[in-house]
C-alpha cells in the first residue's frame, strides 16, 4: 500500500476554483491507477475522477465533466484535481486514492486499495 496526503482544500464562492493535492510515498506510484472521491454529510463516498498510472486516460463522473481535470506527476509522486465553476453541490470532503493496478479497475469505492484522510471542500453560494 500506499501512504497518500490531501491538501488544497478550502472555502470558495460559487463559481471559483481550487485545486487538491495528492502526495504519495513509495517507489510504485507510477504503476498505480489513482483516483478522487468525495463524500457529502449524510451521503454515501462517491467517485469523481481517476487516471490510470501512465497518466494517458482519465474519467470523470458525469457532474464534473468539463468543470475538473485530474492529473499526476509520477517523477514526484503527485496527484492534482483542478476544480473550476464550483458549485455549492461539490461541498464535501474530498479523498485521494490509490488502485492496485496501472489500469482503472473501477469506480466504486471497493476498487481502490489505498486511501488518504481527506481534504474539505466548501463552496458558498
Known amino acids: 500500500q500506499v501512504q497518500l496526503v490531501e491538501s488544497g482544500g478550502g472555502l470558495v464562492q460559487a463559481g471559483g476554483s481550487l485545486r487538491l493535492s495528492c502526495a504519495a510515498s513509495?517507489?510504485?506510484?507510477?504503476?498505480?491507477?489513482m483516483g478522487w472521491f468525495r463524500q457529502a454529510p449524510g451521503k454515501e463516498r462517491e467517485f469523481v475522477a481517476a487516471v490510470t498510472g501512465s497518466g494517458g486516460t482519465t474519467y470523470y463522473t458525469d457532474s464534473v465533466k468539463g468543470r475538473f481535470t485530474i492529473s499526476r506527476d509520477n517523477a514526484n509522486n503527485m496527484m492534482f484535481l483542478q476544480m473550476s465553476s464550483l458549485k455549492p453541490e461539490d461541498t464535501a470532503v474530498y479523498y485521494c486514492?490509490?488502485?492496485?493496478?496501472?489500469?482503472?479497475?473501477?469506480?466504486?469505492?471497493?476498487?481502490?486499495?489505498?486511501w488518504g484522510r481527506g481534504t474539505q471542500v466548501t463552496v458558498s453560494s
Open positions: 513509495g517507489r510504485t506510484f507510477s504503476r498505480l491507477a
Open positions: 486514492a490509490a488502485g492496485q493496478f496501472a489500469y482503472v479497475r473501477g469506480q466504486r469505492p471497493a476498487d481502490f486499495a489505498s
